[in-house]
């Protein structure tokens, strides 16, 4: 990640407007405001529970009861026609555990009508070669990770959502990820990434720091370190916690 990169002026890919979701009787998120500059790394960070993965959803245009405005690519969140524009990684696997690497692909290659060439060019991405035909539950959970990853970029999206991709993952795997990611919004892709790690924050172009369903912070880096006087990010953010009186 690098904190120079120019973000002032780029157009937003993403831009929610005071979004509240509600589950039964109570509020899961409070007002949401962000935005997510194209060709950027947005880091959504927060402890587990606190509605990330909620918001994602809402995002993407999954998540019943939403009030409040979603735009995503200029559209609004879950328009048709953004079907084949953003990628979404879950938490949980989302590909098929009995079928081979090739064959997850070749089955969501069809979907979202990309041809083989395409499939070559995402294996060598996350870098898979190698394991094109082993069984996918025989993987270990970093690969797994990579074959959900890859099945999102066959469409070649311009906005991918993922939500905690690196949660149980080694170091080393973990920073490999990392590296794909900046890769991808070197291309012009833009990325959310959920994250209850503070120790990938620097690892984002912007952060959105997140806490009991409400938007703490749409920051940097750089300007959080600044704020706090914090250089750590995790106690950056226990320091605008504070500030906040929670």
């Keep these: 990640m690098s904190e120079t990169v120019d973000i002032a002026e780029q157009p937003a890919a993403i831009t929610v407007s005071g979004i509240d979701v509600r589950r039964g009787e109570s509020n899961v998120l409070h007002s949401v405001s962000l935005v997510a500059p194209v060709g ?5 960070l927060g402890p587990s529970g606190c509605g ?9 245009g999954v998540q019943d009861h939403v009030e409040g405005r979603i735009e995503v690519l200029g559209k609004p969140a879950g328009s048709a026609s953004l079907r084949s524009l ?5 938490q949980a696997p989302s590909v098929y555990a009995d079928l ?14 990309a041809g083989r060439d395409r499939i070559a ?3 060598d991405t996350v870098g898979l070669h190698g394991f094109e035909d082993r069984v996918t539950g025989s993987l270990s959970g970093g690969q797994r990770s990579r ?11 311009e906005v991918l959502v993922l939500d905690e991709p690196t949660v149980g993952l080694d170091p080393v795997i973990r920073a ?3 590296r794909t990611f900046h890769a991808l919004a070197d291309s012009g892709t833009t990325l959310l990434v959920s994250s209850h790690v503070m120790d990938e924050a620097g690892e984002c172009d912007r952060l959105l720091l997140m806490r009991e369903g409400r938007m703490l912070r749409d920051t940097t880096p750089a300007a959080l370190r600044e704020e706090s006087g914090e ?14 009186g929670s």
């Design 40 to 44: 950027t790394v947005t880091g959504l």
């Design 52 to 60: 990330k993965s909620t918001l994602m959803r809402a995002i993407v």
């Design 86 to 90: 953003v990628g979404y990684v879950t």
């Design 100 to 113: 081979s690497v090739s064959e997850n692909l070749r089955y969501f290659a069809k979907i979202a009508r």
């Design 121 to 123: 060019e995402v294996i």
């Design 147 to 157: 074959v959900s990853l890859a099945s999102a970029l066959l469409g070649s999206p």
């Design 176 to 178: 490999e990820l990392w």
């Design 231 to 244: 250089e750590d990010l995790q106690k950056a953010f226990l320091a605008v916690i504070e500030s906040e």
